[in-house]
């Protein structure tokens, strides 16, 4: 079989496929990306952008350009539970981190922020950065089928404008495409889980509804109504995109009666629905169904293909965890494929991906199959089935606002019910903590220290070996610098203190001249090349101040020296992380 001439082949430019495609052009790595439509996403359909993933877009010198589209955490960080926006308002939650004592962990655990950033937004930032770097995009093109061999792969395409099929050979594939992911079905990679829970509406519509909302800014309001609405409760969201003219309202359907027509009027309903006027001029801008889906891979990848994304993890939107942890997966395999092609790095590295990725994907579809039993409280508190019918909701809402002493046990259930609901919102644990335990990382043999708190809900800092580094400010010049910044880019990089530069720089050095690969050193103290200013490295470190953390590529800590006694073993440590 002949050598393959493009290193790597992605299908789907959704968040995965466009995020492993800039991060290898940035790089260096010729890549091809296949996109069965003719243009990124036309809808605004993933939203929520994490602070690892705008660690990520830091990385790739992308965060400002997405900041410019997105809509900040202030503005998004209230949730309000409503019977529709122009009725009812059951009660409110400082949501996304917005609460002072989540706040103030939010802003310690990193130097980026969470924000809003729609698909349809984050995408072409994406894309067009994959272009200019040098990523080969082929529109409106479908992989078929395709084949490996022990040199690379092969697949054949179809070019959907013109009818023409013909192959391409590259050494690795991508599959990033998506929930009906057919290369996951062609490998027939074992999937854990359940498909097709419900039914889902999404309604894109343009509104003034600044006179229901501006006073109460909110990224969502969620809707208790009668009927079936999404998740199959009698549940709707109205999510603001843009303040306060472009919206987003999501209900639901039976599947066992049958998939609704989509049309503009149909949209137009579900859209005046929620927002309980039917008075309100709405403009439609797309109809579409989606299912609730929990279910994930339980191996990521076979030979030389690999799944990321929608394709290896299907849930629901609840979280907004869908293309943050998409783009993860492309961060955490793109410096291993740049490695391995480069040669750098033996080929047994890629096996860590499985080892890495897969159990953040099964815990993040159970996380958020679990909290889904955080709502059907609000619905006992108001003593309602959970598809309720018009005139029984009618009842509930007249009834618990009788000012009597027996319907106040009811009234303080339903205040709880809403406060029950703040563990969709919050996911800051699930966000910062995930921990790598793989051929990647080298620990000194002792055990992982333990979270005191609940580690779905809570920040867990640490520099074990396998978590991602810690936050802190540093200065240079009197000017401030976040850690993050002197990491990632493509490399692995060493962080120790001014008495340990000269043993590091010598080590890595050697590295360099031994393995051909680049270790960059950054001393961080008084006398340093970027002072602690706040004391904050020095504390946690978790080293001596001539000890060194080695960071890889994509941020996490691969191994922690206590001092410069260790700096001779960096380039075995290395030999081990990169199998070579």
């Not at 260790?566 to 070579?580: I, S, T």
Request: proline fraction near 6%; hydrophobic fraction near 40%.
């Amino acid at each position: 079989m002949e050598t393959p001439t493009n290193p790597v082949r992605f299908t789907g430019s959704g968040p995965a496929g466009a995020s492993a495609a800039v991060l290898l052009s940035s790089q260096g790595i010729p890549n091809i990306m296949l996109n069965r439509y003719g243009s990124v996403a036309n809808s605004p359909r993933a939203h929520i952008t994490n602070q690892r993933t705008m660690e990520v877009l830091r990385d790739l010198g992308l965060e400002d350009e997405a900041r410019s589209w997105a809509m900040d955490q202030e503005m998004m960080g209230t949730t309000v539970w409503v019977s529709s926006l122009a009725g009812k308002e059951f009660g409110r939650l400082q949501t996304w981190y917005t609460h002072p004592e989540w706040k103030g962990e939010h802003d310690l655990a990193s130097a980026t922020s969470i924000c809003d950033l729609p698909q349809d937004r984050l995408e072409p930032i994406l894309v067009s950065a994959a272009g200019l770097r040098g990523t080969t995009q082929m529109l409106n093109t479908e992989l078929r089928t395709f084949a490996q061999d022990a040199d690379g792969v092969t697949a054949q395409v179809t070019d959907r404008v013109t009818g023409n099929e013909y192959e391409i050979r590259a050494k690795y594939l991508i599959g990033a495409d998506g929930g009906r992911s057919r290369i996951v079905e062609q490998l027939g990679l074992p999937m854990e889980g359940e498909m097709g829970e419900g039914g889902n509406i999404n309604v894109v519509f343009k509104a003034d509804l600044s006179h229901l909302v501006a006073h109460r800014p909110a990224d969502m309001f969620w809707m208790i109504q009668p009927g079936t609405g999404h998740g199959g409760v009698g549940v709707g969201v109205v999510r603001m995109i843009q303040p306060y003219k472009r919206f987003m309202a999501t209900w639901g359907y039976d599947p066992a009666e049958g998939t609704p027509e989509l049309t503009d009027e149909y949209g137009a309903q579900i859209a005046h629905q929620l927002i309980g006027d039917d008075t309100v001029p709405v403009e439609i801008e797309s109809v579409s169904i989606w299912s609730v889906n929990h279910m994930n891979v339980t191996d990521n990848m076979s030979g030389r293909v690999f799944v990321a994304g929608d394709a290896a993890h299907r849930h629901t939107p609840m979280h907004g965890l869908g293309s943050n942890t998409s783009i993860q997966d492309s961060f955490n395999l793109a410096w291993k494929l740049a490695y391995v092609l480069k040669g750098l790095a033996g080929p047994e590295l890629l096996e860590t991906y499985r080892t890495e990725r897969v159990p953040v994907a099964r815990k993040l579809v159970d996380r958020v199959r679990r909290t889904f039993g955080v709502v059907p409280p609000m619905f006992m508190a108001l003593r309602l089935p959970p598809t309720a019918d018009q005139a029984a909701y009618d009842a509930a809402l007249a009834a618990i606002e009788v000012p009597s002493k027996e319907n106040a046990a009811q009234r303080k259930e339903l205040a709880d019910a809403v406060l029950g609901t703040l563990p969709i919102f919050h996911t800051h644990g699930m966000e910062m903590n995930q921990f790598y335990d793989s051929a990647a990382v080298v620990t000194d043999g002792k055990a992982a220290p333990q979270p005191e708190k609940d580690p779905e809900f809570w920040y867990f800092p640490s520099t074990f070996p396998g978590h991602h580094l810690i936050h802190a400010w540093l200065t240079k010049d009197q000017r401030k610098v976040p850690l993050i910044d002197l990491v990632g880019k493509g490399r692995f990089t060493i962080l120790t203190g001014p008495s340990g530069a000269e043993d590091w720089r010598t080590a890595a050095a050697k590295v360099e001249a031994e393995l051909g690969v680049e270790v960059a050193v950054h001393s961080i103290g008084l006398g340093g090349d970027y002072e602690d200013t706040y004391g904050t490295f020095g504390r946690h470190a978790g080293i001596a101040e001539d000890g060194a953390l080695l960071v890889r590529p994509d941020h996490i800590v691969a191994w922690r020296a206590d001092d410069s006694g260790e700096a001779a073993r960096l380039a075995d440590v290395l030999r081990k992380l990169l199998a070579r």
